[in-house]
């Protein structure tokens, strides 16, 4: 399967008053409580940091502001994104194989993805979620396909 089949099966499976094309994103200059608003709002568990909404500067997790929390105090809540993002976002292509990024993912210790263009801009985010689901598709298919064949179907 690749990124391309994820993306296309979110698009009927958006959350409530969130499209599943929608690419939820916020400036570097927010304030992390800003940030754990929008992802409340959302009932996501990541954003990306665009300056333009189109190319990601980086990305920001629940867990990356549950972490400051537990280092800082209520306190970091005022400070901007850009304190706190993790800067060097790894992307994919709509082209990957969902295996691989699922791989990347797991490897890298992050849950989500921006997918972008021949140009670096956002066509999509697929999580861990998307990718395990893609997979779980696959093996169900391949289970009928098998079953199909050694009962002559």
């Known amino acids: 399967m690749?990124?391309?089949?994820?993306?296309?099966?979110?698009q009927g499976a958006g959350k409530p008053g969130l499209q599943a094309a929608t690419i939820v994103t916020i400036k570097p200059d927010a304030t992390l409580a800003e940030a754990a608003k929008l992802l409340a709002e959302q009932r996501i568990g990541a954003v990306v940091v665009s300056t333009d909404g189109r190319q990601p500067a980086g990305i920001l997790s629940e867990r990356d502001i549950v972490r400051q929390l537990a280092e800082r105090g209520?306190?970091?809540?005022?400070?901007?994104?850009?304190?706190?993002?993790?800067?060097?976002?790894?992307?994919?292509?709509?082209?990957?194989?969902?295996?691989t990024v699922l791989q990347r993912m797991t490897e890298g210790r992050f849950r989500h993805l921006p997918v972008v263009d021949d140009q670096g801009e956002m066509l999509g985010v697929v999580s861990i979620g998307d990718a395990v689901s893609g997979r779980l598709q696959e093996l169900a298919a391949e289970k009928e396909a098998l079953t199909g064949m050694i009962m002559g179907n």
């Open 2 to 10: 690749l990124v391309r089949q994820l993306l296309s099966m979110k």
């Open 74 to 99: 209520a306190d970091v809540l005022s400070n901007p994104v850009s304190d706190v993002m993790t800067r060097d976002v790894q992307t994919c292509t709509t082209g990957e194989d969902a295996l």
